[in-house]
């Protein structure tokens, strides 16, 4: 089993940033390939961002290309999405997902095998 633990999660005006942190337990974090996906309310939970299992391979949704990072640090067992720019259009709960590949190249809710409990972001105009 994986724990995912998300946290960094708050209000922000547009424009502004934020750091999202996903905590890992239960295995080997350097195994596995993480992501970020997206909810907003009455809307479909929508893919955000990608990483392998080392870090040298990121993927991005087109809407945040640009604005948001998403990064690990094997040694804390830990993710990052820092996003930059925030727009209104930002605002949902962002969830932190596993897959036991490693690959990290995964876009679908389907391919991840363990989620977070998802923490809110909401961007005011």
């Known amino acids: 089993q994986v724990q995912l633990v998300e946290s960094g999660g708050g209000l922000v005006q547009a424009g502004g940033s934020l750091r999202l942190s996903c905590a890992a337990s239960g295995r080997t974090f350097s195994t596995l390939g993480m992501g970020w996906f997206r909810q907003a309310p009455g809307k479909e939970r929508e893919f955000v961002a990608a990483?392998?299992?080392?870090?040298?391979?990121?993927y991005y949704a087109d809407d945040v290309k640009g604005r948001f990072t998403i990064s690990r640090d094997n040694a804390k067992n830990t993710v990052f999405l820092q996003m930059n720019s925030l727009k209104p259009e930002d605002t949902a709960v962002y969830y932190c997902?596993?897959?036991?590949?490693?690959?990290?190249?995964?876009?679908?809710?389907?391919?991840?095998?363990?989620w977070g409990q998802g923490t809110q972001v909401t961007v005011s105009s």
């Open positions: 997902a596993a897959e036991l590949t490693g690959w990290g190249f995964r876009q679908k809710m389907g391919e991840y095998d363990y």
């Open positions: 990483i392998n299992w080392s870090g040298g391979s990121t």
